[in-house]
């Protein structure tokens, strides 16, 4: 390629931000050349690599704004460990028709259960089906609104999580909160009620909730809707954090030859 068109072609690619081209348009054309491909092929190849570099790095922002603390997949939770757990409902949940029919999912289940393993990695599953996913912990919301309060801005952060198509609450029961917080949380999940789905990871039975929010009417309205066609998954497996430091402070003893 003659020196003058190269540096055309690429300032025209950085105009047009066809990153992915400019990055491959060399090494796909000597080969083009080496193998006699068509002009037709040659070109498909080069929008395809753009469309594929764009695919990804949608992927990449939406994994980001998730803010999800730490990225897990369903491929690394260890189903051997986690008794009683029906896959066959994992497996569907993760192709998100629970997303189309704007229901919730609550995991229900002792600390060291990985539960937040499976609300991420049920995420993780929602973005690569291009979906706007949020992850936050209940204590930090309740906190977020609290203070949005005091500047009259709950609207905005309201308006803000609607436009998530998932909405993940981490910790629920963890980390106690005021009346206030109890309403300001359960306006924002009555705002979501069947408009887009929740996924809850929660340590505390249904029936302690009233400890935490306070008001039994209140508790009694928010988990009618909470609930209201939601799969509701049971971790009652033993803890996966404490099986592992029980290995390592009581490693088995291996057997003599």
């Known amino acids: 390629m003659k020196p003058a068109t190269e540096a055309l072609l690429t300032e025209y690619l950085k105009q047009l931000k066809l990153t992915a081209i400019l990055r491959s348009y060399a090494a796909r054309a000597r080969e083009a050349r080496n193998t006699g491909s068509d002009y037709e092929d040659f070109l498909l190849s080069l929008i395809e690599s753009e469309l ?61 259960t990985e539960k937040t393993h499976l609300a991420t990695a049920l995420g993780l599953e929602v973005c690569r089906k291009r979906i706007r996913t949020r992850f936050v912990t209940v204590a930090g919301l309740v906190n977020e609104l609290i203070e949005a309060r005091s500047e009259r801005a709950v609207s905005r952060i309201i308006q803000k999580m609607s436009r998530f198509g998932l909405l993940i609450l981490d910790e629920l029961g963890y980390v106690p909160f005021s009346r206030e917080g ?54 009652n497996w033993d803890s996966y954090r404490l099986k592992e430091s029980l290995k390592k402070k009581f490693p088995a003893k291996k057997d003599k030859e």
């Open 52 to 112: 594929e570099a764009r695919a990804d790095n949608r992927l990449k922002r939406r994994i980001r704004d998730a803010r999800f603390p730490i990225i897990k997949t369903m491929e690394g939770f260890n189903f051997e460990e986690a008794e009683g757990l029906d896959r066959r409902l994992i497996r569907e949940m993760a192709e998100g028709t629970y997303i189309q029919e704007k229901r919730n999912i609550i995991f229900v289940g002792k600390t060291g």
């Open 182 to 235: 109890s309403q300001l949380l359960f306006q924002l999940l009555a705002e979501r009620y069947e408009r887009a789905s929740i996924i809850i990871t929660t340590n505390l039975g249904f029936a302690d909730w009233t400890q935490l929010f306070g008001d039994p009417t209140l508790t009694a309205a928010l988990l009618d809707r909470l609930t209201h066609k939601a799969h509701i998954v049971m971790c």
